[in-house]
């Protein structure tokens, strides 16, 4: 069974500042790995996704990922925070059935 | 760009009363689901819906949950007698194949169970 572990439920980082979101998975076999954010009283909005191919993913608002198999790790990094990046951040993973499993979030504020 | 929609945003109900709960998805997409959260918990997989079958679903899903396509656009979930635990964000979405393929949720209906 898959699972996966978002390290630090609140993250708080300076306007301009690198952002950091930890995610860590468990999978058996090889993972399609998502990053989803949601905004306050909105749905889950797709950032990013790993399927196969190249392991660093860019996607939406300038954030980036890297899937690292040897670390298990797919965190998601943006180079310089935003105040309108403040949001949840919901990593998930697909092992090639119908589902998908999600972290338990990780708050992301910013501090001007 | 099409998008997932969702109704009611919110709706609260007596325990024991039925709900239903509805979805229009992405036009051309195959697969259905739904997914819920309670307050302050992760995401959780409820089902999903291919070719007018449940395709699979989890442990939360049990009898008194039911999911329906009536028509070529609607998809809903039915919660038979609600109980207290209920109560959550539920989150129909879809995608036009399975695995690997990004699921497009919608905002959600807020379930409150009193």
Not at chain 2, 5 to 15: F, G, I, L, N
Request: proline residues 4%.
């Amino acid at each position: 069974a898959q699972s996966v572990t978002q390290l630090g439920s609140h993250v708080s980082v300076s306007e301009g500042a690198l952002v950091l979101l930890r995610c860590n998975y468990s999978s058996s076999v090889p993972p399609y790995l998502f990053w989803y954010v949601q905004y306050p009283n909105q749905g889950l909005q797709l950032l990013l996704k790993y399927t196969t191919g190249a392991t660093l993913v860019k996607g939406i608002n300038g954030f980036e990922a890297e899937f690292k198999k040897s670390e298990t790790s797919f965190h998601l990094t943006k180079p310089s925070a935003h105040m309108s990046d403040a949001a949840e951040y919901f990593c998930a993973v697909n092992v090639g059935n119908e589902k998908l499993t999600f972290g338990t979030g990780t708050r992301l504020t910013i501090i001007p | 760009e099409p998008e997932v929609t969702q109704t009611p945003s919110h709706q609260v109900t007596q325990m024991g009363q039925e709900v239903i709960l509805r979805c229009v998805p992405i036009s051309n997409h195959l697969y259905f689901y739904w997914y819920r959260q309670i307050l302050g918990q992760k995401v959780e997989f409820l089902v999903s819906f291919y070719n007018n079958e449940i395709s699979e679903k989890s442990e939360i899903f049990d009898d008194q949950f039911s999911v329906e396509r009536p028509d070529g656009s609607n998809f809903t979930l039915k919660i038979r007698s609600t109980k207290l635990e209920d109560s959550a964000m539920y989150f129909c979405a879809s995608s036009p194949q399975s695995s690997g393929n990004t699921i497009y949720f919608g905002e959600g209906s807020w379930l409150t169970v009193v």
